[in-house]
Structure formats: C-alpha cells, structure tokens
C-alpha cells in the first residue's frame, strides 16, 4: 500500500487556486504533515506543516496565500492555494514520518508521496 498518494494539482493562471489532497494510510506516523515543492534544476522546499495539536507553519512565500489543514477521520492532508503566480509552479509532494528538526526541512520527514504537479501560467 502506497504510504501517501497526493491529487488536485493542474494548470491554473496566475491569481487561480488548487487545493492539493494527500491521503495517508493508517500505519504511518502522521503526528506532523508537510508540503513540500520542487521546480526542475531547484532544491525540494517545505511550504507548510501542520501538527495533530493543529499548530501550523509556513514559508514565507507561502504565507498570506496558502492554507494548509488537516481531515484526520479521512486521513487526509489538504493544502488549499489561492492567488498562485508562475514562480508557484513546481511538483507539490506530502511528507509523513517526522524525525525531528525544522518542520519545513526535508530532511525531516521519512515518508513521501509520488508528487503532484502544480503549473501555473502567467
């Protein structure tokens, strides 16, 4: 069973929205969620976590615009995106299994999902 699969990305213009999906299954360790991005030749970057407490973080690029929430019965993750520019444009990926660190680094999670990809047209 695939540990996280995400949806709900497309092609959108700028000022559009996406709202991204992850579902998680029910072995995996999802006490904090991430969003994560990464556009070709960039590194992967963290967007937003969410704890179970339901504390929240974000990037800086990503504050103001971007909401990140949680469906626990549904095991879902969403990351509802709203007046996106081309420079949102990249592969969106969900990641579980928090280790410890900054909930925004990469390195933190052991869990990934297969991505979704989120294009963004000017």
């Known amino acids: 069973q695939v540990p996280l699969v995400e949806s709900g990305g497309g092609s959108v213009q700028t000022g559009g929205s996406l709202r991204l999906s992850c579902v998680s299954s029910?072995?995996?360790?999802?006490?904090?969620l991430a969003w994560f991005r990464q556009a070709p030749g960039k590194q992967r970057e963290g967007v937003a976590g969410?704890?179970?407490?339901?504390?929240?973080i974000y990037a800086y690029s990503a504050e103001g615009r971007f909401t990140v929430s949680r469906d626990n019965a549904q095991n879902t993750l969403y990351l509802q995106m709203n007046s996106l520019t081309p420079e949102d444009t990249a592969m969106y990926y969900c990641?579980?299994?928090?280790?410890?660190?900054?909930?925004?680094?990469?390195?933190?999670?052991?869990?990934w999902g297969q991505g979704t990809q989120v294009t963004v047209s000017s």
């Open positions: 969410l704890t179970s407490l339901g504390e929240t």
């Open positions: 990641a579980a299994g928090f280790r410890g660190g900054g909930r925004l680094w990469a390195s933190a999670y052991s869990t």
């Open positions: 029910a072995d995996i360790d999802t006490s904090v």
